[in-house]
């Protein structure tokens, strides 16, 4: 089903924004006749300091470092988190040493915490430990895998490997029976062509292994940290739409309050999207600088004529209440 590259192009061309997002309502409301928008509450964990430390041998401030990352995971544990994302230098170090020293890491955590969710190392992380450990694509990710790690984060930003790179660390991963989630960070430059052939692509892997649990649009970001001026409500909500549309094999289409504001998140669930991404949890019910409260989360959702329910990282157990 779906629709065809073709089709697809001239959505991106087109000035019916009302139309297409009414075409993905349909789609979304097929997939998820329930009325429902999921969201995670979640945290990450910089993990810099600790693999700036670390060493394949060990040594004391490595050892003190993993205590203060472990006091860390389980202070955001108390707060209700239900997941982990490992950000800031995970994978990194020279040749073995980044890798083997990765693997210490997870297992600290997963000793310490058995039942929690642990996402990090994206596809271009992988692809830079392989090159540098000498192993392919799927080794690397079956020692990370065996070591803890349970799924490999989405891309914030434009993939630092290549295209085919990023496939294949995705078809890897499947292939070991991890589920992935898949983003196409767009308006960096790139042709519309362009953002068709990795929506085509997407869709070729997922009907291949089906192990896409969902996949984000994401508006990119200038050098500053801000989303780029000249991309418009508009034309993100337009994206969004049409990789509703087209990706009609995969469940999940996320689309993040953080990321784009509340007034296009919640235009976006109008558009196609069933899931609200992710908020951290915090002591007193409040957002922190640049995020989104989870109460804020569920009025949005509410006010969209949705009903809200939190699940857990690998989109499996919707906790109602």
Avoid at 133 to 143: A, T
Avoid at 170 to 193: D, N, P
Avoid at 194 to 219: C, H, S, Y
Wanted: proline letters at 2%.
């Amino acid at each position: 089903m779906g629709i065809s590259r073709q089709q697809a192009l001239d959505c991106f061309r087109s000035d019916d924004l009302i139309g297409i997002g009414m075409e993905a309502e349909v789609v979304r409301r097929r997939l998820h006749p329930e009325g429902v928008v999921s969201y995670a509450v979640e945290d990450r964990i910089d993990c810099t300091d600790v693999m700036r430390d670390g060493t394949c041998e060990g040594n004391q401030l490595a050892v003190a470092s993993l205590q203060s990352l472990y006091d860390e995971i389980c202070q955001t544990l108390d707060l209700g988190s239900t997941g982990l994302r490992l950000v800031g230098g995970l994978g990194s170090g020279s040749k073995v040493c980044g890798l083997e020293w990765s693997e210490t890491l997870l297992r600290g955590i997963r000793q310490h915490f058995p039942s929690l969710w642990i996402e990090g190392l994206s596809a271009s992380g992988i692809v830079a430990l392989a090159a540098g450990s000498g192993l392919d694509l799927r080794q690397i990710i079956l020692r990370l895998r065996d070591a803890g790690l349970d799924s490999i984060a989405s891309d914030d930003t434009r993939p630092k490997c290549s295209f085919a790179e990023w496939t294949a660390v995705h078809r890897a991963a499947h292939g070991l029976g991890m589920r992935t989630v898949a983003t196409m960070v767009f308006a960096a430059g790139e042709a519309l062509e362009q953002r068709v052939d990795l929506l085509q692509a997407v869709r070729q892997l997922q009907e291949e292994t089906g192990g896409f649990t969902a996949f984000i649009p994401l508006a990119a970001e200038d050098a500053s940290g801000r989303e780029l001026d000249a991309l418009t409500a508009v034309e993100q909500l337009k994206a969004l739409a049409i990789a509703r549309i087209f990706l009609d094999n995969i469940e999940n289409i996320q689309w993040s309050g953080a990321a784009q504001g509340l007034k296009v998140l919640q235009m976006g669930l109008r558009f196609g999207a069933n899931d609200a991404g992710s908020v951290a949890p915090s002591a007193n019910g409040t957002a922190a600088a640049n995020s989104i409260s989870e109460e804020d989360l569920r009025r949005i959702i509410r006010d969209a004529g949705f009903h809200p329910v939190q699940r857990d990282s690998p989109y499996r157990t919707m906790f109602l209440y």
